[in-house]
């Protein structure tokens, strides 16, 4: 079974301000590293915001193309789930935004599961790895 690893950084932005980033896939390639193009493949009309994205990653060993589908609640909670992949099982996450003061806490949550054998904590530690790299990214693409 998969475990999910998660991490928490404050923005000094308010939640609308950091979710509008994180909604805006067309700026990922920018911010996050790994992914090097986005497609938004469908919009929730009555939201504005995409429900199915395709991703093209390349993180040095591992490069996949997936696409991932999300549900939002308003600007506190966006949580995605695994459409369909070359190279990995599931993946399932969400950021999770609290207004604080002076900002915005935001709890990133992953849990990956990849078709090719790998020892759980190497697992662990790429997810790690992927959730400081993206949570470090928003921040920095946030306060600029």
Do not use: C, N
């Not at 060993?61 to 909670?77: F, K, N, P, Q």
């Not at 997810?127 to 928003?138: F, N």
């Amino acid at each position: 079974m998969a475990e999910r690893t998660s991490s928490t950084i404050t923005i000094d932005a308010t939640p609308a301000e950091v979710m509008a980033v994180i909604a805006g896939f067309e700026g990922y390639p920018e911010w996050t590293g790994e992914v090097k193009e986005t497609e938004v493949l469908e919009i929730d009309e009555s939201t504005g915001r995409a429900v199915r994205v395709r991703f093209k990653l390349d993180a040095g060993v591992i490069s996949d193309e997936h696409v991932l589908g999300y549900t939002w609640e308003d600007d506190r909670e966006v949580r995605w789930t695994l459409v369909t992949s070359q190279m990995l099982k599931s993946l399932d996450g969400r950021y999770a935004l609290g207004p604080i003061a002076g900002g915005t806490e935001v709890t990133y949550e992953l849990t990956v599961d990849v078709k090719i054998p790998m020892l759980g904590m190497l697992k662990r530690k790429a997810e790690k790895v992927i959730i400081d790299r993206a949570l470090t990214g928003l921040k920095k693409r946030v306060e600029s």
